[in-house]
């Protein structure tokens, strides 16, 4: 006879099945009985102070390290607390699993203690989800949900397991085989389409390599860079992207977009052909889609059919993963080209040379002045390598790290992209430290983004998680103060944040870290040099920024990429 299992056991020996190293939570009585179970396993359980945190730390763990995260929480208010981590997940195709109890299947709908119907409010906010009440279903719904979480487009996908089918018995019979005969994402594009797509690259003038997110996720850097240099095509990236191909490559024209550098947007402006792959022309790279890069046709790669025509028609699609896609493309230039070199496109690279030249990025740092974010991320930049894994929360400082990091490899850049999640930063790097522990992290948050999450610093500490998190505190929430002062013409509604409440320093000392402060320009370097040779626990480093500052180049939302303002002279 098959030995009996409680329906957590089973749920516990699935995960092991799928080499679950850490699971991120938050425990609580419908879920209590996977603790129990979770109490006997070789699996790393981080507690969480609040299953936000966790779904985050989740998230970050599968952004540095490119399995799939887990964070469990109980029912009720454990789940909707998962909401926002897993709405983030899902706009930037992260691959989560989250776990969490419910009530016992015959109190559903009776609006028992700490209900929720988590299926129904988690179902807009996930790539698939799960109602399990049967302890047999336990073993093949875990294994089928990291599937779907990690292939085709990535994403979160949740199971929300019954109190009686956790504690129910049923014989271990595996995970069994794969049966989801609705679910077969296109891997390979169609042939005739690759070629058709060279033959336009071979045939434009001033075309530009638009590369998204879904680059870093299909794990494809290798290839971008192979078929960017075989095909001479400028390369522009994505928030998202950031990292895809090293900024150091001289085809590399930057991020494009309402922040981006006035190159890579104006390059995508005037192209002729944008061979996107893996970007979903998102508002903040087009801004009006009927103004944006009206010259340009279109060879649109992405592994989720929805995504091509929905917001550009695409003149030639292809269906299928970045990176079988690019091999299949670069297989394809070698026949086409054969042994000959690509088309030199002197005349485009040379107008792409003189803006480079004539709008590059920069700031002003003056001794004598208040601290400017772009200085210290640049100072944190120049000191760390290339591996060193950067977390940003939103905002401001989100921008600023992404035009002034520079990043050389894949996997090294971790923020919220479609979402705008404040609050993303500080859980997000304990999960990447906790998956890298032998690669430094660094969190460049601000000080509105750092005040709604901090307290899973106690994590980090608890956990000897011994992340860096840099605040740069200009006492608002800046980004918004910045629309504020250009649309709202100055009035400052509900945007200024206390500069001293609360004591940053003294907060995270309170919370088991190291806390240091920099308020001047010559502070910004010891400051920085002594967080990065503290390794034993948590730092915060805080760092007294000009408030006034505002993030350039900037196009207006909803604007012309014609249209951008490269400083306060221009509005």
Excluded at 457 to 468: C, D, F, H, N
Aim: glycine fraction near 10%; charge should be negative.
């Amino acid at each position: 006879m098959s030995e009996q299992l409680t329906g957590a056991d089973i749920l516990i020996r699935a995960l092991e099945h799928e080499d679950v190293e850490i699971i991120f939570g938050v425990p609580g009585g419908a879920i209590l009985r996977a603790y129990d179970s979770l109490y006997d396993s070789s699996i790393r359980h981080v507690l969480a102070r609040h299953e936000q945190g966790g779904g985050h730390m989740a998230a970050g763990y599968a952004h540095a390290t490119g399995r799939v995260g887990v964070t469990f929480a109980t029912s009720g208010p454990g789940a909707t607390n998962l909401i926002t981590p897993l709405a983030d997940a899902y706009m930037d195709s992260i691959p989560v699993v989250a776990i969490t109890g419910q009530v016992g299947s015959r109190s559903i709908g009776l609006d028992a203690f700490q209900e929720a119907h988590t299926w129904g409010i988690s179902m807009p906010a996930t790539k698939h989800n799960y109602l399990v009440t049967q302890v047999d279903e336990i073993a093949s719904t875990i294994r089928e949900a990291f599937h779907i979480a990690s292939t085709g487009r990535p994403g979160p996908v949740l199971v929300d397991i019954t109190k009686d089918a956790l504690i129910g018995k049923a014989p271990w019979r595996g995970p069994g085989q794969l049966d989801l005969p609705g679910y077969k994402p296109s891997v390979k594009g169609h042939p005739r389409q690759v070629t058709s797509a060279i033959e336009m690259i071979l045939g434009s003038q001033r075309p530009v390599l638009y590369a998204g997110g879904g680059i870093i996720r299909a794990g494809a850097s290798e290839e971008l860079l192979a078929f960017a240099t075989q095909q001479n095509l400028p390369v522009v990236t994505t928030l998202m992207a950031r990292g895809a191909i090293p900024d150091s490559n001289p085809l590399t024209l930057g991020m494009s977009g309402m922040h981006g550098t006035y190159t890579a947007s104006t390059a995508m402006q005037r192209s002729d052909l944008l061979v996107t792959i893996g970007a979903r022309f998102d508002d903040r790279v087009t801004g009006d889609p009927a103004l944006f890069a009206p010259e340009a046709k279109v060879i649109h790669v992405d592994v989720d059919p929805a995504e091509i025509g929905k917001i550009r028609n695409a003149d030639i699609p292809i269906v299928g993963d970045a990176k079988a896609v690019l091999g299949q493309l670069i297989e394809a230039g070698e026949r086409a080209l054969e042994g000959a070199p690509a088309p030199e496109r002197s005349e485009w690279f040379s107008t792409i040379a003189a803006w480079q030249r004539d709008f590059p990025l920069a700031y002003d740092q003056q001794p004598d002045r208040p601290i400017l974010q772009q200085y210290v991320i640049d100072e944190l930049s120049k000191r760390t390598d290339a591996d060193t894994i950067v977390i940003a929360g939103v905002g401001q400082h989100q921008m600023w790290a992404s035009q002034f990091w520079g990043f050389e490899k894949p996997n090294t850049w971790i923020n919220s992209g479609g979402l705008g999640t404040m609050g993303f930063a500080v859980p997000a790097a304990i999960g990447a430290q906790a998956g890298m522990p032998d690669t430094t992290v660094i969190a460049i948050d601000g000080d509105g983004c750092f005040q709604m999450t901090f307290q899973e610093l106690i994590t980090a500490a608890v956990e000897k998680i011994p992340v860096k998190i840099a605040v740069m505190n200009n006492a608002n929430l800046g980004m918004v103060r910045q629309w504020q002062k250009i649309f709202y013409d100055n009035r400052y509604s509900a945007t200024e944040l206390s500069s001293s409440i609360p004591n940053i320093v003294m907060l995270a000392e309170a919370l088991g870290c190291a806390g240091l402060r920099a308020e001047s320009p010559e502070e910004v370097v010891p400051t920085i040099e002594k967080a990065l040779a503290i390794n034993d626990r948590p730092v915060v480093m805080e760092f007294v920024c000009d408030p006034d500052a505002m993030v350039f180049p900037m196009i207006k939302a909803g604007g012309s990429n014609d249209e951008i303002l490269m400083g306060p002279e221009d509005l």
